[in-house]
């Protein structure tokens, strides 16, 4: 059974980051490490108590649809009125719509825990959260007050429509249309793939839809984003009439069988109500709003399930009775945590899962203090690192997901592949992570096109910078500590050499460049993750010199930080290469004879 990593959060917040000075900010003066300490056992507890024994009951009865009527598995309905009565989807929303403001780190630790414990489950506030910062950001004051209470409170969700069955990555073909009348829009057309798009959670869903306005330009520039909602509200707040939309299908998936996937029509009787959100025709700026917050969360859903892939091998490994490692003595079979090869997946489990925590969580912290510094210079730099870290995140981490996912299934050996053992399931619900929110090419795409291209590489060059700054400031330390810094300061510098190269492409043969973007992206994850494992064996070094105890805990911390640095920092060397000269081998191939 899942077990919420809460030590290895605190650390993460506490010591490495040391996102406590937040509260010298202040937006977040009400915060402190006891807050945080606090919120994340309770989280801890709801998950293990309350989401994750479902887990397995959503995955093998799923959600189910008949006549437009989406029903959840048993056990679902309790756990989200559980979920909006603990106050969940309030902790980072706004105070002024009904939220506690609090840090974005502290949400996406406690969404970590969640995600690791039932995935499918969380996949519902995830959707709504997106769609409440977007109307935060860009609303009428009215739209506002008519909606974001509601759903910061969690009574209501939702969700966003882009997709369409001949517009998944290319929105620009968008065809779903809004008509103007009086106030509002008629809004018509079919979108697909919409998560949570029908559910028996919540009495009603507010849909946020992309549509082109009656006469709008072609092309993304005549987009337009809008409020939809299932129920239409009254003035005082009330539910009205049933829009004029319906889910007409759900889909039949891989994983994530919890998780409603719906296919949605609109105006199927002359139109559904819809709010303009924001200007018109600025429909697609207005929802990478909701969408960037979506993709840090993927890429912590990567995370979660990564630490529930590793949970399941460890224990698996630590019962299992097989054969006698090599070199030992006597004739008794021993667990198979003692062969050789079986460590070594579970420390390559260990170790990806640290790192990409630490990432993920850096990423969150660099937006919380783009949000709260008082010096518009230091905001605008934290915005542009943590924009420049999301499709990182994003990428790296689901990709990562999958493949520990599948070396979990590979620790348990046959039993792996029998769904009993419960590792099959976190291996099918991970594969989806790397898809949905932008695949792992358009997350890739989006790194070299638009974060090193907007300022031809500048915020790039100031994280390696820094990151190369501190590593050499990390003095001292043993023997295992200095090839660990060693190995990370090689890393660095082979991404800073794998960039400048890169660049180099992109200016002078672009489809050479975006062929190796996704290479390069993994680069990215790969090293700056392992200069987080960095820092933290130097503190974990530091604690033990100073015999501050927890010593099996940082013990572990130096362990899985000389794997990092033996086994999966060298893979680097490789991914430079293919970089620097393995473009021209996919941009000159034939698609004739793909």
């Known amino acids: 059974m899942y077990q919420a990593p809460v030590r290895e959060l605190r650390f993460v917040l506490d010591e490495l980051l040391g996102v406590g000075g937040l509260a010298a900010l202040p937006r977040y003066q009400e915060f402190s490490n006891d807050l945080a300490a606090s919120v994340i056992d309770e989280a801890a507890r709801?998950?293990?108590?309350?989401?994750?024994?479902?887990?397995?009951?959503?995955?093998?009865?799923?959600?189910?649809f008949h006549d437009g009527v989406v029903r959840m598995p048993d056990g679902f309905r309790r756990a989200y009125q559980q979920y909006i009565e603990g106050g969940w989807t309030q902790l980072a929303a706004p105070p002024e719509f009904g939220g506690q403001g609090a840090p974005l780190v502290l949400a996406v630790a406690v969404e970590e825990i969640g995600?690791?414990?039932?995935?499918?489950?969380?996949?519902?506030?995830?959707?709504?959260?997106?769609?409440?910062?977007?109307?935060?950001?860009?609303?009428?004051?009215?739209?506002?007050?008519?909606?974001?209470?509601?759903?910061?409170?969690?009574?209501?969700?939702?969700?966003?429509?882009l997709t369409e069955p001949q517009a998944g990555s290319d929105l620009a073909l968008i065809r779903a249309r809004a008509t103007p009348d009086g106030d509002n829009y008629r809004i018509s057309g079919q979108k697909i793939f919409i998560t949570y798009g029908e559910h028996d959670l919540a009495p009603n869903i507010v849909h946020l839809v992309l549509a082109r306005i009656d006469g709008a330009?072609?092309?993304?520039?005549?987009?337009?984003?809008?409020?939809?909602?299932?129920?239409?509200?009254?003035?005082?707040g009330s539910l009205g009439a049933h829009n004029d939309l319906r889910c007409v299908s759900i889909e039949h998936k891989l994983g994530i069988h919890a998780s409603p996937t719906c296919v949605m029509s609109y105006g199927d009787r002359g139109g559904a109500t819809g709010y303009l959100i924001g200007q018109p025709h600025h429909g697609l700026e207005y929802m990478f709003i909701m969408m960037n917050s979506a993709r840090l969360s993927v890429g912590v859903q990567g995370v979660g399930l990564a630490e529930l892939a590793s949970q399941q091998a460890s224990e698996w490994a630590h019962s299992r009775v097989q054969g006698r490692p090599a070199g030992a003595s006597g004739a008794a079979a021993a667990t198979i945590v003692h062969h050789p090869d079986v460590r070594r997946m579970l420390l390559t489990l260990k170790a990806n899962v640290e790192a990409m925590r630490a990432l993920a969580l850096y990423v969150a912290w660099q937006l919380d203090r783009a949000r709260g510094e008082t010096d518009q210079a230091q905001r605008a730099a934290a915005l542009t690192r943590g924009e420049l870290l999301i499709p990182i995140v994003k990428g790296w981490c689901t990709d990562q997901a999958a493949e520990l996912a599948s070396l979990a299934v590979q620790v348990h050996g046959g039993m792996g592949f029998i769904e009993e053992t419960g590792v099959a399931q976190t291996l099918r619900d991970a594969r989806i992570t790397s898809i949905y929110e932008g695949t792992t090419g358009i997350q890739a795409n989006d790194l070299v096109g638009r974060k090193l291209g907007r300022d031809r590489g500048a915020a790039m060059t100031a994280l390696l910078g820094d990151t190369l700054r501190e590593l050499n400031e990390l003095k001292g330390g043993d023997a295992?500590?200095?090839?660990?810094?060693?190995?990370?300061?090689?890393?660095?510098?082979?991404?800073?050499?794998?960039?400048?190269?890169?660049?180099?492409?992109v200016a002078e043969t672009p489809a050479r460049?975006?062929?190796?973007?996704?290479?390069?992206?993994?680069?990215?994850?790969?090293?700056?993750?392992?200069?987080?494992?960095?820092?933290?064996?130097?503190?974990?070094?530091?604690?033990?010199?100073?015999?501050?105890?927890?010593?099996?805990?940082?013990?572990?911390?130096?362990?899985?930080?000389?794997?990092?640095?033996?086994?999966?920092?060298?893979?680097?060397?490789?991914?430079?290469?293919?970089?620097?000269?393995?473009?021209?081998?996919?941009?000159?191939?034939?698609?004739?004879?793909?």
Not at 51 to 59: M, Q
Not at 140 to 158: D, N
Not at 480 to 505: C, F, G, K, Y
Request: proline share 4%; aromatic share 6%.
């Open 46 to 64: 709801f998950a293990q108590d309350v989401l994750a024994p479902i887990n397995r009951v959503g995955d093998s009865s799923g959600a189910s």
């Open 217 to 236: 330009p072609a092309g993304i520039k005549g987009i337009s984003l809008f409020a939809v909602p299932k129920f239409l509200v009254n003035a005082d």
């Open 513 to 594: 460049a975006y062929a190796v973007s996704v290479p390069y992206l993994h680069l990215c994850g790969r090293v700056l993750g392992g200069a987080m494992m960095a820092r933290s064996a130097a503190i974990a070094s530091a604690r033990l010199a100073a015999v501050a105890g927890d010593e099996k805990f940082y013990r572990a911390k130096l362990q899985t930080a000389r794997f990092y640095a033996e086994h999966l920092l060298p893979q680097s060397l490789g991914l430079l290469r293919i970089i620097k000269s393995g473009g021209a081998s996919v941009a000159d191939a034939d698609p004739e004879l793909l």
């Open 480 to 505: 295992t500590m200095r090839s660990v810094r060693n190995a990370t300061i090689e890393a660095i510098t082979m991404l800073r050499d794998a960039t400048e190269a890169l660049r180099a492409q």
């Open 115 to 161: 995600f690791g414990a039932n995935v499918a489950f969380m996949l519902c506030p995830l959707l709504a959260r997106g769609a409440a910062e977007a109307l935060e950001a860009v609303a009428t004051t009215a739209l506002q007050e008519l909606l974001l209470p509601k759903i910061v409170s969690g009574e209501w969700t939702g969700t966003m429509n």
